[in-house]
């Protein structure tokens, strides 16, 4: 059995920071590219910014600039960074990893989300 938790998450004022966390766990033999969506109110979900084993980066242009993914392949966890934080990256923000268990079976794994609101 896989999880994915994300921690960090919160109220904060626009142009202030906060630094997502997302830890998988369990029956992992490897994970490949690890990512964070987020679905704004009244929204569909949308890409953030993806990140592969070997640290390629992906960004959607709304957080190009701002936004930083990084990850820690020892401890399994992917980090967001975010910056300069604005009123529309109001969303729940989820992390989704894909991962391989140790039955070898691949599939995408998603977390239950972690809440951010920018406002004054």
């Known amino acids: 059995q896989v999880q994915l938790v994300e921690s960090g998450g919160g109220l904060v004022q626009p142009g202030g920071s906060l630094r997502l966390s997302c830890a998988a766990s369990?029956?992992?033999?490897?994970?490949?590219?690890m990512g964070w969506y987020r679905q704004p109110p009244g929204k569909e979900r949308e890409l953030v910014a993806t990140?592969?084993?070997?640290?390629?980066?992906n960004y959607a242009e709304s957080g190009k600039g701002r936004f930083t993914i990084s990850r820690d392949n020892a401890k399994n966890t992917v980090y967001l960074q975010m910056n300069s934080l604005k009123p529309e990256d109001t969303a729940v923000y989820y992390c989704?990893?894909?991962?391989?268990?140790?039955?070898?079976?691949?599939?995408?794994?998603w977390g239950e989300g972690t809440v951010v609101t920018v406002s004054s």
């Open positions: 369990g029956s992992i033999f490897s994970i490949n590219a």
């Open positions: 990140i592969l084993s070997g640290g390629l980066t």
């Open positions: 989704n990893a894909d991962i391989i268990a140790t039955n070898r079976i691949r599939r995408g794994y």
